[in-house]
C-alpha cells in the first residue's frame, strides 16, 4: 500500500561509522575476571534484609493477616501488611491507560499493589513483608506469619477464562476479558474469503515461557538526606524513578536509581517491581538500608512472564497463491496482575507486524487481552512480534503443504516489492525499505537449501528422519524513538558519554564508545559510558532494539556538537574566524596553519574545567530489521528425540557498527527461540493453580550442547531511512525467526501439518506412534 513521503534521516557521511569492525567487547575485560559490579553485590553499613511472604494460593479471599508472632522473632524489625502501606500514603504501581474493552470503559483489572489487599490473585502474590536483620532471620519470621484465606475457584488459561461461567478474576472485567482492540474491516475480509480459491485455516497457541535471567532480581533501598537511591536490576531506569514517584505521591526527583551491570533482562527487568517499590518504602520506614534477593523459584512464580496467546486465524489465496486476505482472532492471557507491558503486546505490537514481510490486501483482528490466576505476561524477547511472526509463517508454510507449492516460491510470490517501499501498514505504520527477496536467496545459498536431498538420504540411511524448515520475518524496533545524549570533555582529553539507555550484556559501552572515536578521533581509552543513573542520565532505557537506533544516533549527534560548539570555543581562543576552525583527531585547527588546540586544552579553559554538549535524536519512523532462517533437524525414530543439525540466517540489520556483537546478538536470539520451539513451556496446574514447572529441575532450557553451529549472515544493501546511523535493531531478530524454522523442520520430517510447542522427545515419540 501507498505511503506517504519519508522524512530521511540517514546521512551517507555516517556509513563509515563502526564499518562492521569487530571490535573486542571492552566490557568483557571487567566482566570476565569478576569485577562486574551487580546489584547483589553491593553491601551497606547497618543493613538488614526483606523477605516476602506469598500467597500459597491461586484465588483467595484475604480474611485476616496476623504479623504479630512474626514481629516478636529473633532479629526482626518491622513486620507490614498492605494496611499500613496504605496508612502511610503508599498507592499502586500505575499501567498506562491505552485500551479500553469492547463497550469504550476503561482497561479493567487488579490494581498492582505492593502487597495483596482483600483478595490474592495468583499463586507468588506478595502477602506481608518482613524485615530482619539477617536474611535466615527474616525467612524464619516470615514462616510465623498467620493468614487466613478463603480458598476460591480459578482459572488459568485464557480459553477456558472466557467460557460461561470461568472463576471472575475482577468484577469490572466481566468475562475475564481485560481490554479489546480491533483492526481492519470485517465486512470486506469475510467476502474475500467467501470467493477464495484456498483458504488456509490454523489454530495454536504460543505457549508461555519464563524469561530464566542469569542474575535473579536483587534490590537494595538506601534512605539519606530526604531522598531514596534505589540500587536495581533495570533495563529502564528512569520509568522505573518515575513510576516510583507515582507509588510514593512524590516528586520523582527525590529518587535516585543506580543500575550496575545486569546478568541478563530479556525485557522482564522493566518498569518497576513491587520489591523494589518495598525497598525504598522499608528504607524511608527504618532509615537504614533494606535489600532483597529472589530465590530463583521466587523469579519463577513472581517475575513477569511471556508469550502465552492462542490464535485462531484463517489465510485466503488465489489460486496461484497470493495472498488475498488474512483473519485472526487471538486471546492473549496477560495474567491476573498486569505489569506496564501486559496488555500493549497482544492488542497493539503483534498486530503491527502481523503482516510481516508479505503483502496482504485485507485485514480484520480482534485481540482480547485476558485475565485469568497466574503471574503476568509482559515483555521478553520479541514482545508480541515473535508471536505475530510464527502465526504468519506458520499459515504460509501450511498453505504451501496444502496446495503443493514449493514453500520459498510462495513466500516470494508474496513478498512486498523493493518497487513497493516506503509501504504503509494496515495499522498506519510505514516500513521504509527492504528486499526480502534477495534476503532469502543469500539464506539458501548460505544453507545450501539444494544439497538437502543428500543430506536427508544420509539420515535415512543411518535410521533417522530428517527435516528442513524454513522462516522469513519482520520485525518492528525502536520503541518511543527519543533519547538524549550529553558528551563531557574534561582538562585531560577524556570524554565522557552520558546515555539514559542501559547496558545488559548486549555491548553498549563498546558501540558507543566506537562512535565517539570515530566522530572525535580519541583513542578508545579517552572514552567513558555512563548509564544507570538517573541523576546523571535519563532516557527511555533499553526496550525493543532500540538501542543503537536511537541511542547510538543521539551519542553520534551529541560528538557532531562537540565539533561544531568546540569549533566556536576553538576560534575565539586561538583569536580566528569559526569559519577557518578544522577539527581533526581531538584537535581544533586554524586551517592551512600549525596553530590548534586540543579537545582537553579548549575544556581547560571553560569554567569547572570541563566542556559539555547535549543532543536529542528522534528517528522519524521505527526501523524494520528483517532476515530470513534456515533449519535442518534430525530425529530418532525412537525416542522422538529432535536433533539440531543446522542453523543458517540471513538477516538485514541496516548498518553494522560491530559486526561481532550482532553475532552474537543473533546467536542469544536464535537460542532463546529454538528454546521455545523444543523445549521451554511454563505450566500451571488446570485445578489449584499451581506452577508445575517451578524450577530449573522442571523447567527445561538449551544447553550449549543442543545447539549446532550457527551461521549467521546480514546483508547491510537497505540502511534504514529514519535514524542517522541507518541501523536496525537486531536484538530480538533471532528469536523471531528460530521458532518458526525450527517447527518446519519438526513438521516436514514428521510429515505432520501441525503439532503445537513446544515439540518435545514425548510429544514428537508420541506423533511416531500414531504414524506407525
Known amino acids: 500500500m501507498s505511503a506517504p513521503p519519508l522524512q530521511v534521516q540517514f546521512d551517507p557521511a555516517s ?176 467476502e474475500t474469503f467467501a ?57 520523582p526527583e527525590q529518587f535516585r536509581i543506580m543500575v550496575g551491570d545486569i546478568g541478563g533482562g530479556f525485557g522482564m527487568k522493566t ?37 502465552d496467546q492462542y490464535n485462531k486465524a484463517r489465510l485466503a489465496l488465489d489460486e496461484k497463491g497470493r495472498i488475498l486476505a488474512l483473519e485472526v482472532d487471538t486471546l492473549g492471557n496477560i495474567g491476573a496482575v498486569p505489569v506496564g507491558s501486559s496488555a500493549i503486546i497482544p492488542l497493539q505490537l503483534g498486530p503491527k507486524v502481523q503482516t510481516t514481510v508479505y503483502h496482504v490486501p485485507l485485514v480484520h483482528y480482534r485481540v482480547r487481552a485476558v485475565l485469568t490466576h497466574t503471574m503476568a505476561t509482559g515483555a521478553y524477547r520479541g514482545a508480541g512480534r515473535p508471536e505475530a511472526n510464527f502465526l504468519m509463517e506458520r499459515l504460509v508454510e501450511k498453505a ?34 527492504g528486499n526480502f527477496g534477495a534476503v532469502l536467496d543469500q539464506l539458501l545459498a548460505r544453507a545450501d537449501w539444494s544439497g538437502y536431498p543428500a543430506r536427508r538420504e544420509a539420515s535415512k540411511r543411518a535410521g533417522r528422519l530428517r527435516g528442513r524448515g524454513l522462516s522469513v520475518y519482520l520485525e518492528w524496533t525502536g520503541a518511543l524513538p527519543t533519547e538524549t545524549v550529553d558528551i563531557e570533555v574534561n582538562a585531560e582529553g577524556e570524554v565522557t558519554v552520558f546515555s539514559g539507555t542501559q547496558a545488559m550484556g548486549q555491548g553498549l559501552e563498546t558501540s558507543y564508545t566506537q562512535l565517539v572515536t570515530e566522530v572525535l578521533g580519541v583513542p578508545l581509552d579517552k572514552v567513558r559510558v555512563v548509564q544507570g543513573d538517573t541523576d546523571r542520565a535519563n532516557g527511555v532505557g533499553s526496550v525493543g532494539s532500540r538501542s543503537a537506533f536511537v541511542g547510538g544516533s543521539a551519542v553520534v549527534a551529541a560528538g557532531r556538537r562537540v565539533v561544531t560548539e568546540g569549533k566556536a570555543l576553538a576560534a575565539e581562543a586561538l583569536e580566528a574566524a569559526p569559519a577557518d576552525i578544522e577539527y581533526r583527531d581531538g584537535r581544533f585547527r586554524i586551517a592551512g596553519t600549525d596553530r590548534a588546540i586540543g579537545l582537553g586544552e579548549l575544556a581547560a579553559r571553560q569554567t569547572r574545567r570541563v566542556f559539555r554538549v547535549s543532543a536529542t535524536e528522534t528517528p522519524s519512523t521505527p526501523s524494520w530489521p528483517n532476515g530470513a532462517q534456515a533449519c535442518e533437524v534430525e530425529i530418532d525414530r525412537e525416542t522422538g528425540e529432535v536433533k539440531l543439525t543446522s542453523l543458517a540466517s540471513c538477516d538485514d540489520v541496516g548498518r553494522i557498527i560491530n559486526h561481532m556483537i550482532v553475532e552474537g546478538q543473533v546467536h542469544g536470539g536464535i537460542a532463546q527461540g529454538a528454546g521455545q520451539a523444543l523445549y521451554e513451556q511454563a505450566v500451571y496446574d488446570q485445578e489449584s493453580g499451581q506452577l508445575l514447572t517451578g524450577s530449573l529441575m522442571d523447567y527445561c532450557l538449551p544447553r550449549a550442547t543442543d545447539l549446532p553451529p550457527m551461521r549467521p549472515s546480514f546483508d547491510e544493501s537497505v540502511p534504514c531511512k529514519t535514524n542517522l546511523l541507518g541501523v536496525k535493531g537486531c536484538g530480538e531478530l533471532g528469536t523471531i525467526g528460530a521458532m518458526p524454522a525450527v517447527v518446519h523442520a519438526v513438521l516436514d520430517a514428521l510429515g505432520v501439518l501441525h503439532m503445537d510447542m513446544p515439540l518435545t522427545a514425548e510429544k514428537v515419540w508420541r506423533t511416531l506412534l500414531i504414524a506407525r
Not at 273 to 301: H, I, N, Q, T
Request: charged content about 25%; proline content about 7%; hydrophobic content about 40%.
Open 15 to 190: 556509513a563509515r561509522f563502526g564499518a562492521s569492525r569487530s571490535q573486542k567487547r571492552l566490557e568483557d575485560a571487567r566482566l570476565l575476571t569478576g569485577k562486574g559490579r551487580y546489584s547483589d553485590d553491593l553491601e551497606f553499613p547497618g543493613q538488614c534484609w526483606l523477605v516476602l511472604v506469598r500467597s500459597p494460593h491461586a484465588h483467595a479471599k484475604l480474611l485476616s493477616i496476623d504479623v504479630e508472632a512474626a514481629k516478636q522473632a529473633p532479629g526482626v524489625i518491622a513486620a507490614w501488611t498492605m494496611a499500613e502501606l496504605r496508612a502511610d500514603g503508599v498507592g499502586h504501581i500505575p499501567f498506562p491507560p491505552l485500551f479500553k474493552r469492547a463497550d469504550g470503559s476503561p482497561m479493567a483489572a487488579p490494581l498492582r499493589t505492593l502487597l495483596a489487599e482483600g483478595h490474592v490473585h495468583y499463586v507468588g502474590q506478595p502477602v506481608a513483608a518482613i524485615v530482619a536483620q539477617t536474611r535466615l532471620q527474616a525467612q524464619d519470621a516470615a514462616e510465623l506469619a498467620a493468614i487466613e484465606y478463603e480458598d476460591l475457584p480459578c482459572v488459568v488459561d485464557a480459553k477456558a477464562a472466557i467460557a460461561p461461567g470461568a472463576p471472575q478474576v475482577w468484577p469490572e472485567a466481566s468475562g475475564n476479558v481485560a481490554a479489546q482492540t480491533e483492526y481492519g474491516d470485517a465486512a470486506k475480509v469475510a
Open 195 to 251: 470467493k477464495a480459491a484456498h483458504v488456509t485455516e490454523l489454530e495454536l497457541h504460543n505457549q508461555r515461557v519464563i524469561a530464566v535471567a542469569l542474575e535473579p532480581r536483587a534490590c537494595i533501598g538506601v534512605f539519606e538526606n530526604g531522598r531514596t537511591t534505589l540500587y536495581t536490576q533495570n533495563q529502564t531506569p528512569t520509568g522505573a524513578r518515575d513510576l516510583l514517584g507515582a507509588v510514593f505521591r512524590a516528586k
Open 271 to 307: 518498569g518497576l517491581m513491587p520489591e523494589d517499590a518495598l525497598v525504598c518504602y522499608a528504607a524511608r520506614k527504618l532509615g537504614r538500608p533494606v535489600r532483597w534477593r529472589a530465590e530463583r523459584s521466587e523469579d519463577f512464580l513472581a517475575a513477569h512472564m511471556g508469550r
Open 400 to 433: 504451501a503443504r496444502e496446495m503443493r507449492l514449493d514453500p520459498a516460491e510462495l513466500r516470494r510470490r508474496n513478498f512486498i516489492r523493493p518497487q513497493d517501499f516506503p509501504y504503509r501498514t494496515h495499522l498506519g505504520d510505514t516500513y521504509d525499505g
